[in-house]
């Protein structure tokens, strides 16, 4: 049976989004850019770098969520310095603010090739505590 989290999951790896864990501990969220992710210029497509910076501070926000919790983006908000035309980017995330009811989370979305900041992403979160089966809300 698939889930939302299945779902979401197999949308991220038809695009190409992938992850791995950095020396330090931190998690690395890369897309290679390929055609099918460019725009017309040649560059990583604007969106896509706004879902990887998404993605990468999501995760990163839940590490730190305690269990049968999550986090819903509030805003984020990309600023874009230079395009990637080549090779990968990687997105590495940044806990700003982690309060009770919100996670402020900054990204640097570098171009693998040459390590240059190539956007940079502020992502803000709300915090979600999933109901317990006692706690579900009944049914019509």
């Known amino acids: ?9 197999g949308l991220l790896d038809q695009v190409g989004f992938r992850k791995e864990d950095g020396a330090d501990g931190a998690l690395i ?3 290679p850019v390929a055609p099918h992710v460019v725009n017309t210029s040649g560059g990583l ?3 896509l770098i706004a879902t990887l910076a998404d993605i990468a501070a999501g995760t990163a926000a839940l590490r730190i969520r305690p269990p049968r ?26 806990i ?14 570098r171009n ?3 390590g240059e900041l190539a956007a940079l992403a502020t992502v803000g979160f709300a915090t979600v505590d999933f ?9 019509r």
């Open 1 to 9: 049976m698939s889930t939302p989290l299945s779902e979401i999951g």
């Open 29 to 31: 969220w890369e897309l």
């Open 45 to 47: 497509q604007g969106g």
């Open 69 to 94: 919790s999550g986090v819903v983006t509030s805003d984020l908000s990309v600023k874009y310095f230079r395009a990637i035309k080549s090779g990968t980017a990687r997105a590495v995330s940044t």
């Open 96 to 109: 700003v603010h982690a309060g009770k009811r919100s996670i402020i989370v900054q990204v640097e979305i």
């Open 112 to 114: 693998g090739a040459d």
């Open 131 to 139: 109901a317990t089966d006692a706690d579900a809300v009944p049914q």
